[in-house]
Nanobody
Protein backbone atom coordinates (compact mmCIF):
# COMPACT_ATOMS: atom_id res chain seq x y z
CA UNK A 1 0.00 0.00 0.00
CA UNK A 2 0.92 3.63 -0.32
CA UNK A 3 0.24 6.60 1.91
CA UNK A 4 0.25 10.04 0.38
CA UNK A 5 0.37 13.36 2.17
CA UNK A 6 0.04 16.69 0.37
CA UNK A 7 1.33 20.02 1.57
CA UNK A 8 1.68 23.55 0.32
CA UNK A 9 -1.84 24.69 -0.49
CA UNK A 10 -3.26 28.04 0.43
CA UNK A 11 -4.57 31.33 -0.88
CA UNK A 12 -2.72 33.28 -3.53
CA UNK A 13 -3.30 36.19 -5.84
CA UNK A 14 -3.91 35.64 -9.51
CA UNK A 15 -0.70 35.73 -11.48
CA UNK A 16 1.33 34.27 -8.67
CA UNK A 17 2.91 30.86 -8.31
CA UNK A 18 2.42 28.01 -5.92
CA UNK A 19 4.29 24.80 -5.19
CA UNK A 20 2.50 21.77 -3.88
CA UNK A 21 4.29 18.75 -2.54
CA UNK A 22 3.28 15.12 -2.11
CA UNK A 23 5.18 12.75 0.14
CA UNK A 24 4.73 9.04 -0.42
CA UNK A 25 5.40 6.31 2.08
CA UNK A 26 4.77 2.61 2.27
CA UNK A 27 5.54 0.20 -0.54
CA UNK A 28 7.53 2.64 -2.66
CA UNK A 29 9.92 0.08 -4.14
CA UNK A 30 7.42 -1.23 -6.66
CA UNK A 31 6.69 0.18 -10.09
CA UNK A 32 4.25 3.02 -9.70
CA UNK A 33 2.55 5.91 -11.37
CA UNK A 34 2.02 9.00 -9.24
CA UNK A 35 0.23 12.16 -10.20
CA UNK A 36 -1.64 15.29 -9.32
CA UNK A 37 -5.34 15.88 -9.79
CA UNK A 38 -7.60 18.77 -9.11
CA UNK A 39 -11.28 19.29 -8.54
CA UNK A 40 -12.89 22.66 -8.98
CA UNK A 41 -16.12 23.40 -7.10
CA UNK A 42 -19.01 21.59 -8.74
CA UNK A 43 -16.80 19.87 -11.29
CA UNK A 44 -15.38 16.42 -11.72
CA UNK A 45 -11.89 15.56 -10.62
CA UNK A 46 -9.41 15.88 -13.46
CA UNK A 47 -5.83 14.87 -14.04
CA UNK A 48 -3.09 17.48 -14.02
CA UNK A 49 0.16 15.59 -14.48
CA UNK A 50 1.86 12.34 -13.60
CA UNK A 51 5.13 10.50 -13.66
CA UNK A 52 6.28 7.02 -12.77
CA UNK A 53 9.14 5.04 -11.27
CA UNK A 54 11.03 5.53 -14.54
CA UNK A 55 10.56 9.29 -14.01
CA UNK A 56 8.82 9.83 -17.34
CA UNK A 57 6.54 12.83 -16.80
CA UNK A 58 3.34 13.70 -18.57
CA UNK A 59 1.51 16.95 -18.10
CA UNK A 60 -2.03 17.49 -19.27
CA UNK A 61 -2.75 20.55 -21.35
CA UNK A 62 -2.85 23.56 -19.04
CA UNK A 63 -1.06 26.06 -21.23
CA UNK A 64 2.27 24.96 -19.82
CA UNK A 65 1.54 26.47 -16.42
CA UNK A 66 1.86 23.19 -14.51
CA UNK A 67 5.19 21.47 -13.93
CA UNK A 68 5.85 18.34 -11.92
CA UNK A 69 9.15 17.22 -10.49
CA UNK A 70 9.89 14.00 -8.70
CA UNK A 71 12.57 13.22 -6.14
CA UNK A 72 12.76 9.45 -6.26
CA UNK A 73 15.18 9.23 -3.33
CA UNK A 74 12.87 11.27 -1.09
CA UNK A 75 9.65 9.80 -2.51
CA UNK A 76 8.19 13.20 -3.20
CA UNK A 77 6.35 14.69 -6.14
CA UNK A 78 6.05 18.45 -6.46
CA UNK A 79 3.60 20.39 -8.57
CA UNK A 80 4.48 23.97 -9.46
CA UNK A 81 1.71 26.14 -10.79
CA UNK A 82 2.61 29.40 -12.49
CA UNK A 83 0.47 32.30 -13.63
CA UNK A 84 -2.32 31.23 -11.34
CA UNK A 85 -5.87 32.02 -12.39
CA UNK A 86 -9.05 32.16 -10.32
CA UNK A 87 -10.27 29.10 -12.22
CA UNK A 88 -7.36 27.15 -10.71
CA UNK A 89 -9.21 27.32 -7.41
CA UNK A 90 -10.15 23.93 -6.02
CA UNK A 91 -8.94 20.89 -4.19
CA UNK A 92 -5.67 19.38 -5.33
CA UNK A 93 -4.96 15.72 -4.76
CA UNK A 94 -1.95 13.48 -5.05
CA UNK A 95 -2.68 9.92 -6.14
CA UNK A 96 -0.73 6.81 -7.05
CA UNK A 97 -1.14 3.39 -8.57
CA UNK A 98 1.04 0.31 -8.80
CA UNK A 99 1.62 0.48 -12.51
CA UNK A 100 3.50 2.54 -15.01
CA UNK A 101 1.75 5.62 -16.26
CA UNK A 102 0.04 5.17 -19.59
CA UNK A 103 1.81 8.09 -21.21
CA UNK A 104 -1.30 10.18 -21.16
CA UNK A 105 -3.24 12.56 -18.95
CA UNK A 106 -3.94 10.63 -15.73
CA UNK A 107 -7.48 9.47 -15.15
CA UNK A 108 -8.82 9.26 -11.57
CA UNK A 109 -10.32 5.74 -11.86
CA UNK A 110 -6.85 4.37 -12.65
CA UNK A 111 -5.47 5.42 -9.26
CA UNK A 112 -6.06 3.42 -6.08
CA UNK A 113 -4.23 5.49 -3.49
CA UNK A 114 -5.16 9.07 -2.68
CA UNK A 115 -4.03 11.78 -0.35
CA UNK A 116 -6.47 13.86 1.66
CA UNK A 117 -6.17 16.77 -0.70
CA UNK A 118 -5.50 20.41 -0.06
CA UNK A 119 -7.26 23.60 -0.92
CA UNK A 120 -5.90 26.14 -3.37
CA UNK A 121 -7.74 29.43 -3.62
CA UNK A 122 -6.79 32.00 -6.22
CA UNK A 123 -8.22 35.46 -5.87
CA UNK A 124 -8.40 38.02 -8.62
Amino acid sequence: QLQLVESGGGSVQAGGSLRLSCAASGDTNREYCIGWFRQAPGQERQGVACTDSDDVPYTCSFEGRFTISQDIDKNTLDLKIDSLKPEDTGMYYCAAAFDYCLGSCPSPPDFAYWGQGLQVTVSS
